[in-house]
């Protein structure tokens, strides 16, 4: 059976996203600490505290590798939205997680832009994932009724 117009809109977005968090990952990879010389360059105009960089590489290859495994995760959607629709289900509990890491950090420990902007970047793509997967999972369970429907010959 066909894909329903949200089933595609959802691959099309994940292709969107596979394309972004590759980018992303890889000049995280990369080059780790442009994002956060760049976040912190905002704080001339912006008065927010500037991020440290961190001396150690631990983290930004966990933060790359992360995004790497989101990468797959929107790949595999985006291959086959039927089979593996489910995967967002981690994405979005990944994305809720860091986006609340990033408000408690912003609002309790340090108040950084880089903590800012990455709380409501995580928080606009968990809502905008929770929206396309919502809509994706209602139309694959309104398909077997309309599916029944043309099997019997109801308009």
Same mark, same amino acid.
């Given at each position: ?10 691959? *099309? %977005?994940?292709?969107? #996203? ?7 990952? =890889? ?6 600490? @442009? !994002? ?46 039927? *089979? %593996?629709?489910?995967? #967002? ?7 809720? =997680? ?6 408690? @950090? !912003? ?49």
């Amino acid at each position: 059976m066909a894909l329903t117009r949200q089933l595609v809109d959802l691959r *099309r %977005y994940c292709v969107f #996203l596979v394309g972004l968090h590759f980018i992303g990952a =890889t000049f995280y990879a990369v080059q780790p600490y @442009f !994002f956060i010389t760049a976040l912190n360059w905002t704080t001339k105009v912006i008065p927010l505290a500037p991020h440290p960089l961190l001396t150690e590489r631990f983290w930004s290859i966990m933060a790359a590798t992360m995004m790497y495994m989101l990468t797959a995760c929107f790949w595999y959607v985006s291959r086959d939205v039927e *089979r %593996y629709l489910d995967l #967002l289900k981690v994405v979005l509990i990944g994305k809720i =997680t860091t986006a609340t890491q990033f408000a408690v @950090f !912003f609002f309790v420990e340090h108040r950084t832009f880089a903590h800012l902007i990455g709380g409501l970047v995580d928080l606009s793509l968990f809502v905008s994932i929770g929206i396309f997967y919502l809509r994706a999972r209602r139309s694959l369970a309104a398909r077997p009724a309309a599916q029944a429907a043309s099997a019997s010959g109801a308009p």
